[in-house]
């Protein structure tokens, strides 16, 4: 029986026409009689002409990924893709989805970021690290907010479908405020207003754990600093991201109708150094790590404290914080029964979350149910044990893990790389991933955190990251190891050993 497919006529094959894609012929010719032939055209003759010839069709930067099954394979493949995307300039978007999507990701990995206006060299990429087991998410608190935080993250639709729900929520209050989130971010003046810090940082935080979600990364544990245990119980699956917004807003509000004048300062010092320096009226506000308190309380007090420790100890970091709020010290006596009596209306917990290590009470919290109106006011009152929570955190965790601080800018950074180190039975065992960086283009600075995890085996969308692509077939291939090792036949044994001799001169021998 003969089928035919499709009518051919022959004719000569052209030799100089761009048009005509390489084909083959296959023939087969079956032991029992059969016959079959096909005809196999390129894949050039499926790929969108238009896609590769327009390197500016997707301007936005990439995150550009390859693996290997070894370090040295990694070190050359980096080397063939940085190669090939100087000599050829392929479409951007094309070549990270191809990397990212249509690659398996094997265990030595490497991410760069994609630019079109800056080139690509292997100085670019940055290597695998050692697979971690979970992600926690750290959440920075007040303190953090600058001019234009919110800017960079503006060409993500989640980013302003996120704003506008949640000035939403703000505009339904009976009592709504006279402004809006979205331009407060867009403005940037007043971000280190107390009544708009608190919800702007939140805000943003919200919309940094919704991108994660988005690209499948989702924390197994949360901690946060201060304010931060707001999003981090958001996060961790506790409150409702009306809830946390809310929080926020009201601790904002309260804040202005202090009739206190207070004060806040950074100290490069441990608890037990920073102790003999107070005076009445300052408090250790927050234990930051072994090295770093912060102070809070009576503005002229803390002046004399602080004037004290630079006399005694000259070498001592001390700064006065841009705030003049006493958080975390007895000024907010005042305000605690108005704050309670704002939010509890709002503070319906959900029926399961993940662990939360909590800076307030120094516990793990796993019931929800535990995070009521009340536990918000000491959360605004009590000192912040930052650094006991993180080393609870060390503690319980099992294996290797990396924290991702959360936040508009790294703040955190200093007091989790001490705790780390203050730590060695663990430490060694602890990552650190900031994901946005003050001054820093946002975008860039979340697909790099987002690299940072890659490499280290945690499982995220790529296709997420950088959207849709078309294929791109001419690659280079992947640097097999190619080790040649001569072999002789023991005169014993039938079977082959690795020899130092060569096979033509053992024969011989």
């Not at 914080?321 to 958080?327: C, R």
Request: net charge neutral.
């Amino acid at each position: 029986m003969v089928i035919i497919v499709k009518d051919y006529t022959l004719s000569r094959y052209p030799d100089n026409d761009v048009n005509i894609h390489p084909a083959t012929s296959v023939n087969c010719f079956g032991i029992g009689g059969s016959n079959a032939h096909v005809l196999l055209d390129s894949a050039a003759s499926y790929v969108n002409p238009a896609a590769q010839e327009s390197p500016q069709s997707s301007p936005s930067v990439k995150l550009l990924v390859t693996s290997t099954n070894d370090q040295d394979a990694l070190s050359r493949r980096i080397d063939s893709l940085t190669h090939f995307v100087t000599q050829n300039k392929p479409n951007e978007a094309d070549l990270a989805y191809t990397l990212g999507k249509r690659r398996e990701h094997l265990s030595h990995r490497a991410f760069a970021l994609l630019d079109p206006k800056q080139p690509l060299s292997p100085a670019s990429f940055t290597k695998s690290q050692d697979p971690v087991h979970d992600v926690c998410f750290v959440f920075t608190g007040q303190g953090a907010e600058w001019a234009g935080m919110g800017k960079g993250l503006n060409q993500s639709p989640l980013f302003h479908e996120t704003i506008q729900e949640l000035d939403g929520v703000l505009s339904s209050l009976e009592e709504p405020p006279a402004w809006s989130i979205k331009e407060e971010l867009a403005d940037g003046s007043r971000v280190n207003e107390a009544y708009l810090s608190q919800p702007l940082c939140t805000a943003l935080q919200i919309v940094l754990v919704r991108l994660m979600r988005s690209w499948g990364v989702r924390p197994s544990s949360v901690l946060g600093h201060s304010s931060g245990e707001i999003v981090a119980a958001y996060a961790a699956g506790a409150i409702t991201a009306k809830a946390a917004i809310l929080l926020a807003y009201y601790r904002g509000v309260v804040a202005t109708q202090l009739n206190t004048c207070g004060g806040m300062a950074a100290v490069g010092m441990g608890e037990p150094e920073a102790r003999p320096y107070l005076q009445d009226g300052v408090e250790v506000a927050c234990v930051n790590s072994p090295k770093s308190v912060t102070l809070s309380g009576d503005r002229d007090a803390l002046g004399a404290v602080l004037e004290s420790i630079r006399r005694c100890r000259p070498d001592v970091f001390c700064r006065r914080l841009p705030v003049n709020v006493a958080y975390h010290s007895y000024h907010m006596q005042e305000i605690g029964a108005r704050y309670k009596q704002c939010i509890q209306p709002h503070v319906i917990p959900s029926s399961s979350m993940v662990p939360m290590y909590s800076s307030v009470d120094c516990q793990v919290i796993d019931d929800p149910q535990r995070l009521d109106s009340e536990y918000w006011w000491r959360n605004l009152r009590q000192p912040v044990q930052f650094c006991r929570a993180l080393q609870d955190r060390f503690k319980e965790g099992t294996g290797r893990s990396v924290l991702v601080e959360i936040g508009p800018h790294s703040a955190l950074s200093a007091s989790i790389k001490q705790t780390i180190q203050e730590a060695p039975e663990r430490g060694k065992d602890i990552d650190y991933i900031p994901t946005l960086v003050r001054g820093d283009d946002l975008f860039r600075c979340m697909l790099r955190a987002a690299g940072h995890l890659y490499i280290r085996s945690v499982p995220i969308s790529l296709a997420a990251i950088n959207g849709p692509g078309t294929v791109l077939s001419s690659l280079p291939s992947y640097p097999w190891q190619r080790d040649i090792k001569d072999v002789a036949r023991k005169p014993d044994d039938t079977h082959l050993e690795v020899s130092k001799v060569s096979p033509l001169r053992a024969s011989r021998e």
